[in-house]
């Protein structure tokens, strides 16, 4: 039910009056050069489509299958920290997209005010339970950053990547 083909100009996704974009509350769907912003209502259903997107779209894009899962991984733990933050179905806009740099991913959400903070959690902690997942965006995405948006702040990540194609195109 959630749209998981690489985004097209023909693709049903993109096209916010066909039935198949319709069909999903608190999801919507915008296309963008390399990628795309889902404007979504923070659940496990819609974080998952995100997940399946990004992994359809970066592949079609031809980044590398390690750089998918890294930027997966990154959309998980920023959306994650969301909620954790403001409770379920907050309004997010999730960004991911090819850039020359390699894949961007960026999350919005409607508190200017309240920063991301790094936990002194070890990564390879056996005892703690929480307070990994910025770590894991350190090593995923190094010099991630936080910015005040129009809708609030935009926590903005770079993953490293390379096409998959040897030609580079």
């Not at 930027?71 to 999730?94: C, I, K, T």
């Not at 997209?97 to 002194?120: I, Q, S």
């Not at 350190?138 to 990547?161: E, F, N, T």
């Amino acid at each position: 039910m959630y749209p998981t083909a690489p985004l097209t100009s023909h693709s049903t996704f993109l096209d916010t009056t066909a039935p198949a974009a319709l069909a999903v509350p608190g999801f919507y769907l915008r296309p963008r050069p390399q990628g795309f912003a889902a404007h979504i209502s923070a659940s496990p259903q819609n974080l998952c489509a995100v997940r399946q997107l990004a992994g359809a779209e970066l592949l079609a894009q031809g980044i590398e299958a390690d750089a998918v899962d890294s930027a997966q991984l990154v959309v998980s733990e920023l959306v994650g920290n969301s909620v954790r933050a403001y409770g379920d179905y907050v309004p997010l806009v999730v960004e991911v997209y090819v850039t020359a740099f390699g894949v961007a991913v960026n999350v919005h959400d409607p508190d200017p005010g309240a920063l991301p903070r790094r936990r002194a959690t070890p990564l390879d902690s056996a005892e703690a339970e929480t307070g990994r997942g910025l770590g894991l965006v350190d090593l995923l995405a190094p010099g991630w950053s936080v910015r005040r948006s129009a809708i609030g702040k935009q926590v903005c990540c770079r993953v490293p990547a390379e096409t998959a194609w040897p030609d580079g195109s």
